[in-house]
């Protein structure tokens, strides 16, 4: 078999192994954390976020040790604007996306600050071991935040949420399985993940060296549309269960996750150049779509949610939008590549 088919195939098992290592670790993880009376509310906002970008994490530490750090830095770029421009924005498409009041009051706006956060880390041309420490600190407060409780007007939520990452069932009622098979899952999962995570970054440098692509291009389009999947999967059988909120809330988690512990932990094993290109264009871009999100989700009219608080929407409107700004930035990344 020619290196090039090769390495396709690998590329291919890459990212089989990122999908179905995060399915079986965030629903293995999540009903041991139900057993263990951990409210379904946090595991969605914990567990979930970051089950679905574990293998963003999985490829940042590979490139790292692979002194790839590029690969990392597109990977978690490209992500964060795929999840909200063409995650949610396909997500609005098939069914208008209930937005509770507090996703717009709280986690939209952490969202945004930290993404702004990492870009001023990044304006001395690296995230280097003070950026990432400070990534860590900023996670892990928005971790604590978190476990402190569910916010008032969101414990409607809860049967959701077990729905979704447990299997649950309408009465809450979680499937009996032993401790020994949730914990088997979990492990599988990040084996399965980890060895996945290696198998994309090898094949992706491959093609980047053969298609005379940098490190940055491969993860800012291949890579970060397959690490996406897991956040993809998961708000397509939100909206197919009519539990649409839940993509919203999966995507901003996702999107911090990925940039305080994943550029945090990566930025620790090497320090991650930053390009003056990058910064004024990417960074400004996953910035700009990160802020357009707020007045997308904002009150368009006076209908309740869910939990008897107000409830704002994200229309087909507001969808094609989103699609049109993703489409927008994957023409400027080829255009700049000479691609086009």
Avoid at 87 to 105: C, D, H, N, Q, S
Avoid at 166 to 173: F, H, I, K, L, N
Wanted: proline share 4%; net charge neutral.
């Amino acid at each position: 078999m020619p290196e090039a088919a090769t390495q396709l195939l690998l590329f291919a098992l890459g990212l089989l192994g990122l999908y179905y290592g995060a399915e079986w670790l965030v629903r293995g993880a999540g009903r041991m954390a139900r057993r263990w009376g951990v409210s379904a509310l946090t595991i969605g906002l914990t567990v979930v976020a970051f089950g679905t970008s574990a293998p963003e994490l999985a490829v940042g530490v590979f490139a790292a040790l692979g002194d790839e750090p590029e690969l990392a830095l597109g990977n978690v770029v490209g992500s964060n604007v795929m999840n909200i421009a063409l995650i949610l924005g396909l997500t609005a498409l098939l069914l208008p996306i209930e937005v509770g009041a507090g996703v717009i009051r709280r986690e939209i706006p952490v969202m945004i600050g930290v993404t702004v956060a990492t870009a001023l880390f990044a304006l001395d041309g690296s995230i280097g071991t003070v950026d990432a420490l400070l990534l860590l600190v900023l996670f892990a407060a928005y971790f604590w935040v978190v476990f402190r409780g569910p916010p008032r007007g969101r414990l409607a939520a809860e049967a959701d949420y077990d729905e979704i990452v447990t299997g649950a069932d309408a009465e809450g009622r979680v499937p009996i399985v032993g401790a020994g098979v949730n914990l088997a899952l979990v492990v599988v999962g990040i084996a399965v993940m980890v060895g996945g995570a290696h198998l994309l970054v090898d094949a992706s440098i491959f093609f980047a060296l053969r298609l005379g692509l940098s490190e940055m291009v491969i993860g800012l389009t291949v890579v970060a549309i397959g690490t996406s999947l897991p956040e993809l999967a998961t708000a397509l059988v939100a909206v197919w269960r009519k539990k649409s909120e839940i993509a919203v809330g999966n995507i901003v988690g996702s999107n911090v996750f990925n940039l305080c512990a994943i550029l945090g932990i990566t930025g620790l094993i090497a320090p991650i150049p930053v390009s003056r290109d990058v910064l004024s264009v990417e960074f400004v871009q996953m910035t700009a779509i990160s802020v357009v999100l707020l007045p997308l989700a904002w009150p368009k009219g006076g209908f309740r949610g869910i939990d008897g608080g107000p409830a704002y929407r994200l229309h087909r409107s507001e969808g094609l939008l989103l699609l049109g700004l993703y489409v927008l930035f994957a023409l400027t990344i080829f255009v700049r590549a000479g691609r086009i």
